[in-house]
C-alpha cells in the first residue's frame, strides 16, 4: 500500500509569491491533517480535513488555506510569502476507525525555501 | 492549554547502551500520548502510542508507560542500535469530536536528537 504522498519534495519561492502543496493520503484515509515544523517552533498544526470539510485550524494567519477534493487529496495553499514561512511542511492521513483513530501517517514533507 | 516537554538533547550514546528519554505533558482532559521517530530527510514515523493510564506501548525494543500521576511518558530501550539514530518526538491528543478524535491535532514536544555510535 502507498503511503502518503507529497509533491513537490522541494520548493524555492520569493517573498510575495504564494505557493500550493499538494498531498496525496493513503488510500482509504479520510482524515487529512498538515503540519509545519521549523527549528524554532517545532511541530505546528495547521488545519484538518475530513470529507472536504475543514474540521480543526491551528493558530496560524489567515494566508494558510488549505482544502481536500472528494478523493481526499488535499493541497494547502500560502499567499504573500513571507521569510518565516521556510519550513518543512508535514501532511499526515488517518484512517479514522476505531483504534487507527489518532494513528498519524507522516509524507516525507515538502521544504519550502522563501528568498 | 496543552504543551509536551522532552528532555533536551541531543543525546549520544554507544551502541547496546540503555536509552531514556523524558517526557512530560499538561493537558485539559484525556490525552492519548504518543512516540514518534523521524529518520533524516523523512516524515515522521509512529513508534508506540498509549491511550489510558498505567497503558506501556511498545514496538522494536522501545516502550513507554502512561503515567497519569507524574503526568510523564518517557521512551526507554533496553540496548540501542546505530540504526536508531533518529529524532524522537512526545506527543499528544486529546479529544474533542465524537469517538475520542482530536480532529488531526497532535500537540509535540521539540523533539531529542539521539546519536548512537558503533
Known amino acids: 500500500k502507498a503511503g502518503v504522498t507529497q509533491t513537490p519534495r522541494y520548493l524555492i519561492k520569493t517573498r510575495g509569491q504564494q505557493v500550493t502543496l499538494s498531498c496525496s493520503p493513503i488510500s482509504g484515509h479520510r482524515s487529512v491533517s498538515w503540519y509545519q515544523q521549523t527549528p524554532g517552533q517545532g511541530l505546528q498544526f495547521l488545519f484538518e480535513?475530513?470529507?472536504?470539510?475543514?474540521?480543526n485550524k491551528g493558530n496560524f494567519p489567515g494566508r494558510f488555506s488549505g482544502r481536500q477534493f472528494s478523493n481526499s487529496r488535499s493541497e494547502m495553499n500560502v499567499s504573500t510569502l513571507e521569510l518565516g514561512d521556510s519550513a518543512l511542511y508535514l501532511c499526515?492521513?488517518?484512517?479514522?476507525?476505531?483504534?487507527?483513530?489518532?494513528?498519524?501517517?507522516f509524507g516525507s514533507g515538502t521544504q519550502l525555501s522563501v528568498l | 492549554g496543552n504543551s509536551v516537554t522532552q528532555m533536551e538533547g541531543p543525546v549520544t550514546l554507544s551502541e547496546e547502551a540503555f536509552l531514556t528519554i523524558n517526557c512530560t505533558y499538561t493537558?485539559?482532559?484525556?490525552?492519548?500520548l504518543f512516540w514518534y521517530v523521524q529518520y533524516p530527510g523523512e516524515g515522521l514515523q509512529l513508534l508506540l502510542k498509549a491511550t489510558k493510564a498505567d497503558d506501556k506501548g511498545s514496538n522494536k525494543g522501545f516502550e513507554a508507560t502512561y503515567r497519569k500521576e507524574t503526568t510523564s511518558f518517557h521512551l526507554e530501550k533496553g540496548s540501542v542500535q546505530v540504526s536508531d539514530s533518529a529524532v524522537y518526538f512526545c506527543a499528544l491528543s486529546v479529544p474533542i469530536g465524537a469517538g475520542g478524535t482530536s480532529y488531526g491535532k497532535l500537540t509535540f514536544g521539540q523533539g531529542t536528537i539521539l546519536t548512537v555510535h558503533p
Open positions: 493537558a485539559t482532559g484525556y490525552p492519548s
Open positions: 499526515a492521513s488517518s484512517l479514522e476507525v476505531g483504534t487507527e483513530t489518532e494513528k498519524l501517517f
Open positions: 480535513y475530513f470529507s472536504e470539510t475543514q474540521r
